[in-house]
C-alpha cells in the first residue's frame, strides 16, 4: 500500500490544531499520519508537539496532586477526630479549625486552580501561535517546567533515532 504524500504544512497545522482537542485526538491524528502518510518532514513537529502537550499534562498532573492532596489533608484530619470522638463522651469539635485555617486554605487553592487552569488554555494558544509564526513563545513559571521536559523528551528520541 502506497502511503499519501500530504503537504507538510498542512500535517504539522492539523498536528498543532490538535492541541486543543486533547490527548485521544492527538495519538490518533498521529497514528493516522505514521500509518498512512509519508511523514519525513514532520517527525519534529511531532516530537516537538506532542512532548510539549505531554509536558504540560504532566504539570497539571502535578498540581491536580497538589489541590487533591489537600483534600487527602482535610478528610484525614476529619476521619480522626471522628475516630476519637467515637471513644469520647463529649466530642471534640474542629469547627474553628475548619472556619480559620482549612476553609480559607481550599478558597486560595480554588483560585489559584482556576488561575493556573486559565494560564495553561492561554499556554496553549501562546505555543500554537509563537509555533506558526515560528518564533519562540515567551517564558513564564509554567512553560519553562515544560519547556525542561520538552527538551529532555527531544533528546531521548534523538537518541533513539541516531
Known sequence: MNKVKVSTGLASL???????????????V???????????NIKGVIVRVLSFYLG?????????????????VCSTIDG?????????????????????????????LSICDNIVDFFVVIIKFGFVVSFLEGKVAKENF?????????????AFV?????
Open 158 to 162: 534523538n537518541g533513539i533515532e541516531g
Open 14 to 28: 492539523v498536528l498543532v490544531a490538535s492541541i486543543f482537542a486533547g490527548l485521544g485526538t492527538m495519538l490518533t
Open 30 to 40: 498521529i497514528a493516522l499520519l505514521l500509518l498512512f502518510c509519508e511523514v519525513d
Open 80 to 108: 480522626f477526630v471522628n475516630v476519637i470522638n467515637s471513644y469520647l463522651d463529649k466530642p471534640v469539635t474542629i469547627t474553628k479549625l475548619h472556619r480559620y485555617l482549612l476553609d480559607p486554605i481550599k478558597s486560595i
Open 142 to 154: 509554567i512553560t519553562k517546567f515544560v519547556n525542561k521536559f520538552v527538551d529532555k523528551a527531544v
Open 56 to 72: 504540560l499534562l504532566l504539570f497539571q498532573t502535578l498540581w491536580g496532586i497538589l489541590v487533591d492532596g489537600y483534600g487527602v
